[in-house]
């Protein structure tokens, strides 16, 4: 059974960072492409970064480019997502998913099947 846990929310002021964590188990994480994906209230959810299980081939929506760095841990079944110069509008409820087509890395929540419960971050001074 797929298994996903979130962890390193929090709070940080504006230009602060982060690094969250997303554990799997249940699953070979080799296989499988991860996503991070956040959701603030009244919003849509939205992706953030992508890593592909194949290359490492990674992805990030422009919102986070340059601030945001995905990576994959393998043998620790572990992908994190480390947030620099964070933003109060990078405030949301931040998700990682895993999509078994693991030589794609897109940021679309219905190409995932399986979701972890989500993080909360919070960027305010």
């Known amino acids: 059974q797929v298994q996903l846990v979130e962890s390193g929310g929090g709070l940080v002021q504006p230009g602060g960072s982060l690094r969250l964590s997303c554990s799997a188990s249940?699953?070979?994480?080799?296989?499988?492409?991860i996503g991070w994906f956040r959701q603030a209230p009244g919003k849509e959810r939205e992706g953030v970064s992508c890593?592909?299980?194949?290359?490492?081939?990674?992805d990030y929506a422009d919102s986070v480019k340059g601030r945001f760095t995905i990576s994959r841990d393998n043998a620790k079944k572990t992908v994190y997502l480390q947030m620099n110069s964070l933003k109060p509008e990078d405030t949301a409820v931040y998700y990682c998913?895993?999509?078994?087509?693991?030589?794609?890395?897109?940021?679309?929540?219905?190409?995932?099947?399986?979701w972890g419960r989500g993080t909360q971050v919070t960027v305010s001074s």
């Open positions: 998913a895993a999509d078994p087509d693991y030589g794609l890395c897109v940021l679309l929540p219905n190409q995932y099947d399986d």
């Open positions: 890593i592909s299980g194949t290359d490492g081939t990674t």
């Open positions: 249940g699953f070979t994480l080799d296989y499988y492409t």
